[in-house]
């Protein structure tokens, strides 16, 4: 069972449901790119500011399910106003920086946003929009992403279902005496 941290910023409550780590697969489909399924790890965590920090990392699979090399990475930053307002500032591996503005649903965890500004380096891919739309279903984080370039308009481009990683410590208690690389076998 999830709960809220006591240390959490107040208002950061309405975006709790992201908090941990997440894993799971999915699907990338785009024209400019060979079609695969993917795994993904992301994580949402808080150190008592006002905002969640984001980072997520997905790699290839083959037909077996196994890693044959990384996808792509992220990082940011979410926050949420009192209107229920998203706000997120984004940085991708392939040098591409993005703004991002959305709404947390109205009596449901689910959010829907789209690009304000996309910044990119010159050997950045072509890049000029997105839209995401996260949620939680029965405890788990499904996220859907859409994506443009200039020669091609705005459709889906990736998706995942992720769970929720329990840390160990949640439910065996405190393990001082194991390794921090014995964690691992518990995931």
């Given at each position: 069972m999830f709960e809220i941290p006591s240390d959490l910023n107040p208002a950061l409550v309405p975006?709790?449901?992201?908090?941990g780590t997440w894993q799971g697969a999915g699907v990338a489909d785009f024209p400019d790119r060979e079609a695969c399924n993917f795994g993904q790890e992301v994580t949402f965590a808080?150190?008592?500011?006002?905002?969640?920090?984001?980072r997520s990392h997905s790699w290839r699979l083959d037909g077996d399910g196994k890693r044959v090399g990384p996808l792509e990475s992220e990082?940011?930053?979410?926050?949420?106003?009192?209107e229920r307002r998203v706000?997120?500032?984004?940085?991708?591996?392939?040098?591409?920086?993005?703004?991002?503005?959305?709404e947390l649903a109205e009596g449901k965890p689910q959010i829907d946003l789209a690009t304000d500004a996309i910044a990119r380096t010159g050997s950045a891919?072509?890049?000029?929009?997105?839209?995401?739309?996260y949620g939680y279903v029965k405890g788990d984080l499904m996220w859907v992403g859409e994506k443009a370039t200039p020669e091609i308009p705005l459709r889906p481009y990736m998706s995942a279902h992720l769970k929720r990683v329990v840390d160990p410590r949640e439910w065996v208690g405190d393990l001082k005496d194991l390794p921090d690389d014995g964690i691992a076998f518990f995931r």
């Amino acid at each position: 069972m999830f709960e809220i941290p006591s240390d959490l910023n107040p208002a950061l409550v309405p975006l709790a449901f992201l908090l941990g780590t997440w894993q799971g697969a999915g699907v990338a489909d785009f024209p400019d790119r060979e079609a695969c399924n993917f795994g993904q790890e992301v994580t949402f965590a808080h150190d008592g500011r006002d905002f969640l920090e984001y980072r997520s990392h997905s790699w290839r699979l083959d037909g077996d399910g196994k890693r044959v090399g990384p996808l792509e990475s992220e990082h940011g930053f979410w926050r949420i106003d009192d209107e229920r307002r998203v706000e997120i500032v984004m940085i991708r591996d392939q040098g591409v920086a993005e703004v991002w503005y959305g709404e947390l649903a109205e009596g449901k965890p689910q959010i829907d946003l789209a690009t304000d500004a996309i910044a990119r380096t010159g050997s950045a891919p072509a890049h000029t929009g997105g839209k995401r739309l996260y949620g939680y279903v029965k405890g788990d984080l499904m996220w859907v992403g859409e994506k443009a370039t200039p020669e091609i308009p705005l459709r889906p481009y990736m998706s995942a279902h992720l769970k929720r990683v329990v840390d160990p410590r949640e439910w065996v208690g405190d393990l001082k005496d194991l390794p921090d690389d014995g964690i691992a076998f518990f995931r």
